[in-house]
């Protein structure tokens, strides 16, 4: 069974970039769609992107700030996000499955604070 | 960006009650819909995709329906585990995008 665990910190100040590793366990980052998604009480759940093999698809709304990348030696999978604002305050969810994959496995989610 | 709006945003529900949570696609999306529990403090868990298919491991009184642009979700007995928040989220096109959440609280 398929297991995700997100880290990285906690706390980012405005206009830095926020990092997070995603560790899987359990599966292969050389299949599968690989996801980020992000929660607030707000706006809710929102979809950052998502990879698969050497192909990346970003929201629109965030894409000029997002990076995703992967280590497949280590099985993690990484979210870079720059620039950031006190909007960017969420809780960060990875996840296996994406556009074409259901949404299968989730992390635990990591709560990042965009604060000074 | 395809919106989604589920109604309702909150229901009260007592165990044993049947209930259905609606889900409408702002343009069809065929049936690439999927529904999702969320407990309070723990990460989603998909119950249903393609609007139809259960998810190994969930219990078989829940139960999804629908195409193009309209969806439902039932639960046909509510047990106590049930009362939780359900999103419905579109995987028909880029951006994948979900519902707001209905909120199913116990009378």
């Known amino acids: 069974q398929v297991q995700l665990q997100e880290s990285g910190p906690g706390l980012v100040k405005p206009s830095e970039t926020l990092s997070l590793t995603c560790t899987v366990s359990?599966?292969?980052?050389?299949?599968?769609?690989w996801t980020w998604i992000r929660q607030t009480p707000h706006r809710g759940l929102e979809w950052i992107g998502f990879f698969y093999r050497e192909t990346t698809n970003y929201n629109p709304s965030l894409k000029s700030r997002v990076t995703l990348s992967v280590d497949t030696s280590k099985n993690q999978f990484f979210l870079r996000l720059t620039s950031v604002t006190a909007a960017d305050t969420a809780m960060y969810y990875c996840v296996r499955g994406g556009q074409w994959e259901p949404l299968d496995s989730w992390g635990q989610g990591t709560l990042v604070t965009v604060s000074s | 960006d395809i919106q989604l709006t589920q109604s309702p945003s909150s229901l009260s529900a007592s165990v044993g009650d049947r209930v259905t949570i609606t889900c409408r696609a702002s343009?069809?999306?065929?049936?690439?819909l999927n529904w999702f529990q969320q407990r309070p403090g723990k990460a989603p868990k998909l119950l249903i995709f393609?609007?139809?298919t259960l998810q190994s491991g969930v219990p078989s009184r829940f139960g999804g329906s629908g195409s193009g642009t309209d969806f439902t979700l039932t639960i046909s007995s509510l047990e106590p585990e049930d009362f939780a928040t359900y999103f419905c989220?579109?995987?028909?096109?880029?951006?994948?995008?979900f519902g707001q959440g209905t909120r199913l609280e116990t009378k």
């Open positions: 393609a609007a139809s």
């Open positions: 989220q579109q995987s028909y096109r880029s951006p994948i995008t």
């Open positions: 343009q069809s999306i065929s049936t690439h």
């Open positions: 359990g599966g292969s980052l050389t299949n599968n769609y």
